[in-house]
């Protein structure tokens, strides 16, 4: 367990309707960055947030956001859904606080399967 | 693609034996990472191994890079069935941005 949880676990919409994603930071990690993963695919990165801010993105739409709340906690909404966004959305959190090494190691949660029909 | 590569894609061994497995990255990194994945559930952390290192161990993992050639290779060693998931590297040139790459598919036959 690494203390990282999404909701929903699973997820159906239409095309054109839009998603909200939830993540649950673990205990004390202060950066949270969402990944979207094709089936048979790796991770692609969609952005990260530090202290409530966007620190970075990946090469997604504008209709892809995000936010993160003083808690840490985070959300991905995705609007206007296209049937390639089917996918599984994962959310990593780290502590840019720690040493060196352990600042770059991200604890994934288990993900949301998100289906567009 | 953003991403980088991996092989092989898929891998089959006996329990006991050795799984190699190995990524190429495409941009100068600070330190690259291997991770695992049980049945598209979430990656769980195996190791680090930062860019000014050649060689990094951790229990059964065994991890090198060679920033020259940019690729990297996870040896594990003695497999168990426990073992079977997908395993994928991520390179990192700070501490926002990872790309990972396409996977391993590697399956331990008890």
């Known amino acids: 367990e690494t203390g990282v949880t999404q909701s929903p676990t699973h997820l159906i919409k239409t095309r054109g309707q839009q998603v909200t994603l939830r993540c649950s930071s673990q205990s004390g990690h202060n950066t949270v960055s969402w990944y979207q993963q094709a089936l048979g695919q790796g991770p692609q990165f969609i952005f990260q947030y530090y202290r409530e801010e966007e620190n970075g993105r990946g090469n997604f739409p504008p209709r892809f956001s995000g936010l993160q709340f003083p808690n840490y906690s985070s959300e991905l909404n995705v609007n206007a859904l296209e049937l390639d966004d089917s996918a599984l959305y994962l959310c990593?959190?780290?502590?840019?606080?720690?040493?060196?090494?352990?600042?770059?190691?991200?604890?994934f949660g288990a993900g949301t399967r998100l289906s567009v029909l | 693609s953003q991403q980088g590569e991996e092989d092989p894609q898929a891998l089959s061994i006996q329990e006991g034996e050795n799984a190699t497995m190995n990524c190429s990255y495409k941009?100068?990194?600070?330190?690259l990472q291997w991770y695992r994945q049980n049945s598209g559930r979430g990656l769980v952390h195996l190791i680090l191994?930062?860019?000014?290192?050649r060689e990094k161990h951790s229990g059964r993992l065994r991890v090198t890079l060679d920033t020259s050639k940019k690729s990297s290779s996870l040896l594990i060693t003695a497999s168990r069935a426990a073992d079977t998931a997908s395993y994928f590297c991520a390179s990192g040139s700070g501490t926002y941005k990872y790309i990972f790459g396409t996977g391993t598919r590697l399956k331990v036959l008890a």
């Open positions: 191994i930062r860019s000014n290192e």
């Open positions: 941009t100068s990194i600070n330190n």
């Open positions: 990593a959190s780290s502590n840019f606080r720690q040493g060196r090494e352990a600042k770059n190691i991200q604890y």
